[in-house]
């Protein structure tokens, strides 16, 4: 190995630290975006290493792999087109309100769109003996 190899080492450490930089950087911007989107809850689920289990442990119910969530959207939401970008299940929009089927990978990006204010779990109603959850009627 010659002399000029060697000196060609120090950029290559560098290199590889910045891009570990860069990908640091990235991950702690997405994790930034699902806390400021997402109750802590969810967070947590979406960041878990094992999502099923978390899911099972903390009362969250699953079907086919994915969760059902509220999404708060603003005015420019492209509802048909997240259908099938993110494989919306079972939606059903109101107004600013739309509820969904979505896998665990979705919700990591639609975190990161800009039209996607707030995403919750539905809330559980408890009443005259009945439990269900929240959701809003299909807007026609």
Do not use: W
Not at 3 to 16: A, H
Not at 40 to 66: C, Q, Y
Request: aromatic share 8%; with cysteine; net charge neutral.
């Amino acid at each position: 190995m010659g002399t000029g190899n060697y000196m060609k080492l120090p950029l290559v450490i560098l290199s590889l630290v910045g891009c570990l930089f860069l990908l640091f950087c990235s991950e702690t911007q997405s994790n930034e975006m699902i806390a400021k989107k997402t109750p802590t809850i969810l967070a947590n689920f979406i960041n878990s290493e094992d999502p099923v289990n978390f899911a099972k442990t903390h009362g969250i119910r699953l079907k086919d792999g994915m969760v059902r969530v509220v999404m708060t959207v603003d005015e420019s939401f492209p509802l048909k087109a997240f259908v099938s970008k993110y494989d919306l299940k079972d939606y059903k929009k109101r107004k600013n309100l739309i509820t969904s089927h979505v896998s665990i990978d979705s919700l990591k990006e639609l975190c990161k769109e800009p039209s996607i204010v707030f995403i919750r779990l539905p809330v559980k109603f408890s009443g005259m003996g009945e439990t269900t959850d929240n959701e809003v009627e299909i807007e026609q």
